[in-house]
């Protein structure tokens, strides 16, 4: 890189969430509850699966991606957070901000392309049941998964190549818990033009393709069922697309709000960032197990193999405990 598009800022300084003054304690507490819910609640669903052989369906298949890439988006911005909000250590290097900003684009990219993979898988099952095992086959669903890693993958490094170009002269502040491609570019004293088309172009084609495969296999459901309405239809299709609807809900409304609606970056799109990269991965796994019988069966097969497992590991102890009973 030439000197002259070197950026001048060795480092940025994140504002971190509007807290009030004394209630640093208490919101440290929350988040790190929330994060190691996000963790190990989809830690746990990624087990069940591949402990499972029943839960070996491309269904599952695309959940464990989206329960990895939960936990991923939450890591890239949580644990910074917390540690500024324990240690009030504000400042973040130019290199980390950079890697920072290129991993959250990466997975909140993966979360959109792997939301709208299951939809269409929802929509094979329900429209195509008796041809969903040929139409999803596992040569599919692993194109599937890579080609949205691919872009994914794609898409970060575009914007984060585009955006080292800038540069950062006397504002360094980021009125921000992370750094945010939005606010990164409102800081830079360059010529933004190139940037803001990318984003506008690019990022809002790669929006709009996922939401409109998600928008249209539903409206596809939707037409099937209401053509020959019934109960057990209904509760079919409720029960299979429920979980998801949700979930792909609370993520694009988050989104909508932060950056279609907003028209200036003030503390109400800051907390709704929080929505999508707290609150959303933290809840998936809660949606998905409580609404899903599959995942509640396998995790009480797994309870009960533990608890096995623990009797089995006693046993021993307690044989030989009767024993020297029985000799004295």
């Excluded at 994140?14 to 994060?35: C, E, N, R, V, W």
């Excluded at 980390?96 to 709208?116: E, K, R």
């Excluded at 209401?226 to 029960?239: D, G, N, V, W």
Aim: one cysteine or more; aromatic letters at 10%; hydrophobic letters at 50%.
């Amino acid at each position: 890189m030439r000197p002259e598009n070197q950026s001048s800022a060795s480092e940025f300084f994140l504002l971190g969430l509007p807290i009030p003054p004394g209630q640093q304690g208490l919101f440290f507490a929350l988040f790190l509850g929330m994060y190691l819910a996000t963790v190990l609640g989809n830690l746990l669903i990624i087990l069940l699966i591949r402990l499972d052989s029943r839960l070996h369906t491309p269904m599952y298949f695309f959940l464990s991606h989206l329960a990895f890439s939960d936990i991923s988006l939450s890591s890239v911005t949580v644990p910074k957070m917390l540690m500024n909000m324990q240690t009030q250590e504000q400042s973040i290097p130019y290199v980390d901000c950079i890697s920072q900003l290129y991993f959250f684009i990466l997975f909140a990219t993966l979360d959109n392309f792997l939301l709208a993979v299951m939809a269409y898988d929802r929509y094979v099952a329900i429209c195509h049941p008796l041809h969903y095992t040929t139409i999803m086959r596992e040569g599919l669903c692993a194109l599937l998964v890579a080609g949205s890693w691919i872009i994914s993958c794609g898409t970060a490094l575009l914007h984060t190549i585009l955006l080292v170009q800038l540069s950062f002269c006397a504002n360094n502040v980021i009125n921000h818990f992370f750094c945010d491609l939005t606010v990164l570019l409102k800081l830079s004293c360059s010529d933004i033009s190139l940037n803001e088309l990318v984003t506008f172009s690019e990022g809002g084609m790669l929006s709009s393709l996922p939401l409109a495969i998600v928008l249209g296999s539903y409206i596809r459901i939707g037409t099937i069922i209401l053509k020959a309405p019934s109960t057990k239809r209904l509760l079919k299709a409720f029960s299979t697309c429920g979980s998801h609807l949700l979930v792909v809900s609370l993520f694009y409304g988050t989104l909508v709000g932060v950056y279609l609606l907003s028209s200036s970056w003030d503390s109400k799109d800051i907390i709704a960032s929080v929505m999508y990269t707290v609150v959303t991965p933290m809840l998936n796994p809660f949606i998905y197990s409580l609404r899903n019988r599959d995942i509640k069966q396998a995790l009480e097969m797994f309870v009960n193999r533990v608890n096995l497992v623990k009797w089995k590991s006693l046993n021993p102890l307690i044989t030989v405990r009767s024993t020297v009973k029985d000799r004295f």
